[in-house]
């Protein structure tokens, strides 16, 4: 069939430039976004409630970081949310007393609660490696095996019921503060800081894209295309356990069903952002203003004085709303 | 320098290659020649170390060959152009240049800018004209293979594997390829050189290497070398030079010319492409559009078939006004094509032979929009026997295919609809010698039953059966010559020479 997008027409020739400014597609929206929440509430703007978005958002944002990786490469990781439940819920579950209502193992300190999550995250990431990368089998189907697998055995270790009373060192991203500004934004802000320098300025970084363009080109290229993916799947799970940490931290819990659903936000975020589900297109940059523009909208209806029972339904229809207006401001097809 | 000894590949139940052997002294330029199918690029894939070999050995310097996950170690001891495109389309045309070797600047960090700086010099080397900050996909088929021939030659290799560099290159650009080849001999740079063009191979070779249904037929000095010897150990038959030409000289006089035009432009303009074309097609009239790459001719033969749509002038299809830049109803007025991206435009890689052939005549394949499978095989198995395809069967996916083959069933795609307008861009590229005269033979017996055919190309052999061949320069019609024109006039009229 006549695949249009590959035809040049002449116009076409002088984009280029214009293209380099994709990343930025979104700002208008944003801008516009800004404008219209301040008219609905004055508050929109003070910075005690941009703090408050960039805090609620900054969790979700990281697991949206971690996607990107694995979707610029060409794959896609559905057990994300399940490894950002479940790698604070094995800590939570290991470093708890026994008995009592703290339900735990104590078999560990509570000094250990933190690298026990990243532990776990690494695991889980191995795992998936292993069964896409090294077995050839399918990422979505494999990763949703997990995610179904994982939270079973967050119910499983939780018998249903919420981690309380944690130790004090898996609370702190999730409550200090530094100069007035939570850790968990400082956290959120130099992650994606980081992923927007390897993917953009490292080789290891740009082999992604061309692992996600056209694998055998890559490999034809000399790119040790195996071990890329294994990194990359494996730092997303890593940084999905950290996502959670960071929850758990600001909550004080480990809910059963944390990061339950929240999947969906991150796909659409990173597409709303020009990351392609194809692979090898998208910036990390444009993924981070795709969770931004989601959450100022909800925050906007929220202000808005939405009732409650209603944002269920207003969340769903957000991030319907968000992909039409990066449709438009961006001008290029979602894939 | 490189030497393959008793190297066997199977695919499922082909055997692509047979035990075969192959020797490349340094500082030699060996060419590697055989029909389609032959087992000439799945020789490249295992002495570049993308596919293993199911048994033999392959040695470089004496020394055996990396291990196959190994690919910096490869990569230093060969380079290799692809048939199939390597360049990755999301990316810059800078960035395909330096993959996996980007400059890098304090930190390990990408210079971005010296990136650019290096691919412009690249490419200005090559006289390629483009951006390259342009993502690839963007690219025509030619730039897209300077860019990858740039980049294989831009390694230092001391062994350079060309698959088929020129099927995709038009006359001056091919020469300057020959020119940095002979620079690059100079050096002593080995290099393995495959093309179905045999004068190619005796004008750079002095070694070659013939392949035939996975095996290794012959090896020889190229001096002394006649063409029909070649010929006859690719194909395994001794045949008397010119004894199938079945041109459409004769097919020409059916009295059908003067019948109403199937095609006709009138002051037809895109800019940036070709300015004030006038062309008409009439019924079982072959007409050949002759120019080099830059000339105008494939963008002209693209909006003919609806691929683009045109700035100014009038398009008639059978007497109907062209719907601009619609494929769709360009189909349905009884336009074929035989695009010039194949992987694009050609085929759905992963679907079958039969699938592929047949995906525009749905109607013909069962009652009321169901497809039939056995009638499908059946109209599927009657054009491999047509077009001379080399398959395991209409069932086999076309990417399994060999690169020659694929082009075949894009022109069976073409075919099927039983055309009344038959709009073909380059379309023995990569074809071997004798499935050229199975095709073009094809393409005379279409039209002797009355379809019109428009050949854009700059392949003499595709040229010489058209009735007349229009020749366009820089965007707009330069000459037109009658059948029966010399070569050396064709080559000059599409250069550019002999008219202002
Ligand atoms: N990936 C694959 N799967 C199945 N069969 C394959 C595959 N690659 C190649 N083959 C088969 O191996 C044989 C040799 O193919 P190859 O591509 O080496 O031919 P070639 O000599 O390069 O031909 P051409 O001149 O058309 O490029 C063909 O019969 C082809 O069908
Ligand atoms: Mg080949």
Redesign the pocket.
Known sequence: MPDNATVTLPGMRRLPALARLRDLALIPAIIVVAIVGQAVNPVFLEGGNIINVLQTMSEIAVMVLAETLVLVAGKMDLSLEATFGLAPGIAAWICLPAGGSAHGLGWLGGAWSVPLTLLVGLAIGLLNSLLIVRFGLSAFIVTLGMQITLHGMLTGISGGKTFFNLPSSMLYIGTAEWGGVPVSIWLCLVLFAAGVGVLGWTRAGRSLYAIGGNTDAAKAAGIRTDRVLWVAITTASVLAAVGGLMLTGRLASVAAAQGTGDIFTVFAAAVIGGVSLNGGKGTVFGAFTGILLLYMIQNVLTLAGVPAQWIGAFNGAIILVALILSRITSGKRQE | MVEAIGVTKR??P?T?LDAVGLSVAPGSTHALV??????????VSVLTGLTPADAGTVRFHGRPAPHLADRDAWREVVACVY?RSTTIPGLTVAENLFLGRHPLRAGRLISWRELRRRARELLETWQVDVDVSRPAGELTVEQRQFVEIARALSFGARFIVLD?PTARLDGPAITRLFEQLRQLQRQGVTILFIS?HLQEVFEICDTVTV?RD?RHISTRPVAGLDESDLVADMTGEVRLPGAARSAAGDAADGGLLGAAPVMEARGLGLDGAYQDVDLTVRPGEIVGLAGIASSGRTEFAETVAGLRAPDRGTLEISGRPARPGDVRAAIRGGVGLVPQDRHHQGFVANLSVAENATMTVPERLGPAGTVRPSARDALARTLIDRLDI??DGPRQPV???????QQKVVMARALAGDPRLLVMVSPTA?V?VRSKETLLSNVARVAAEGTGVLIASDELEDLRGCHRVVVMFGGRIAAEHAAGWHDNEMVAAMEGIGHA
């Open positions: 695919y499922g082909t692509a055989g029909r389609n199918g032959a087992g000439k690029s799945t020789l048939q088929e179905h392949f996975a080399k398959t990417d399994g295919l060999s690169g020659g083959n990569g071997d």
